[in-house]
C-alpha cells in the first residue's frame, strides 16, 4: 500500500556529506506513523539508523552527532542529512515507514521499505 522512493546514494570519501532524501505515499501523510533510515553493510544485519515522528526523533549511537533525520510530513517526505562520514557508514541505505506512531520498535516492525541505496565512503 505505502511505496517508499530513495535517492541520493552516492560515493564520497571520508569526512564528506551526503544527503538522502525519500518520498513516501500520500498515505503516509494522512496518518500520524513513523518514518526511519536504516543500513546494511555486508555480512551484517540490517540496522537502525534514525527514525523520526511527529513525537520522538531517535539515532543510532554511532550517528549521532554527525547524522540529522528530518522529514516533511505534509509532503511525505524524508531526509537524512550525514556530515563527517567514516567508512564504516558504508552500506545500502533504506527508507523505511510503519503506520504506528511509535518509533522505537524492531527493524522487523516496520513494515514498508524502499529499495536501498548505497552509500560508499572511501578512507
Known amino acids: 500500500q505505502v511505496q517508499l522512493v530513495e535517492s541520493g546514494g552516492d560515493s564520497v570519501q571520508a569526512g564528506g556529506s551526503l544527503t538522502l532524501s525519500c518520498a513516501a505515499s500520500?498515505?503516509?501523510?494522512?496518518?500520524?506513523?513513523?518514518m526511519g533510515w536504516f543500513r546494511q553493510a555486508p555480512g551484517k544485519e540490517r540496522e537502525r539508523v534514525a527514525t523520526?515522528?511527529?513525537?520522538?526523533?531517535q539515532y543510532a549511537d554511532s550517528v549521532r552527532g554527525r547524522f540529522t533525520i528530518s522529514q516533511d510530513k505534509a509532503k511525505g517526505l524524508l531526509y537524512l542529512q550525514m556530515s563527517s562520514l567514516i567508512p564504516e557508514d558504508t552500506g545500502v541505505y533504506y527508507c523505511?515507514?510503519?503506520?504506528?506512531?511509535?518509533?522505537?520498535?524492531?527493524?522487523?516492525?516496520?513494515?514498508?521499505w524502499g529499495q536501498g541505496t548505497q552509500v560508499t565512503v572511501s578512507g
Open positions: 523505511a515507514a510503519r503506520e504506528e506512531y511509535w518509533c522505537h520498535v524492531e527493524v522487523s516492525d516496520y513494515k514498508y
Open positions: 500520500t498515505y503516509m501523510t494522512t496518518i500520524d506513523g513513523c
Open positions: 523520526i515522528s511527529t513525537y520522538s526523533t
